[in-house]
């Protein structure tokens, strides 16, 4: 069964930066996309960064958060990163990863259990 655990989460203040990670098992990761979501207090879901997959020389972004985030990956190491810089308080939320057939169009197939962000101004 395949996994998705996050990490590096936690409570920094404005301006700081945080990299998350997501560790994939039980799946062929390389030939998976991964993704990052978001999910702010008493908001739904949205949607933070993606990459294809093989190199990963395709990444989306929000516009909002382009510029500041950044998604990549280690299919050596199964693992999806997002760097945070220029952190604001309202990048406040539970962050999830997940991962999905290379399929456009395709609804992502696994998720993580999140890790909290917390951005004091």
């Known amino acids: 069964q395949a996994q998705l655990v996050e990490s590096g989460g936690g409570f920094v203040q404005a301006g700081d930066s945080l990299r998350l990670s997501c560790v994939a098992s039980?799946?062929?990761?390389?030939?998976?996309?991964m993704a990052w979501f978001r999910q702010p207090p008493g908001k739904g879901r949205e949607f933070v960064a993606a990459?294809?997959?093989?190199?990963?020389?395709?990444?989306y972004y929000t516009r909002r958060r382009e510029g500041r985030f950044i998604i990549s990956r280690d299919n050596a190491k199964n693992t999806v990163y997002l760097q945070m810089n220029s952190l604001m308080p309202e990048d406040t939320a539970v962050y999830f990863c997940?991962?999905?057939?290379?399929?456009?169009?395709?609804?992502?197939?696994?998720w993580g259990q999140g890790t909290q962000v917390t951005v004091s101004s």
């Open positions: 997940a991962a999905k057939l290379d399929v456009i169009g395709r609804e992502y197939d696994y």
């Open positions: 039980g799946l062929p990761f390389s030939s998976y996309a």
């Open positions: 990459i294809r997959s093989g190199s990963g020389t395709d990444t």
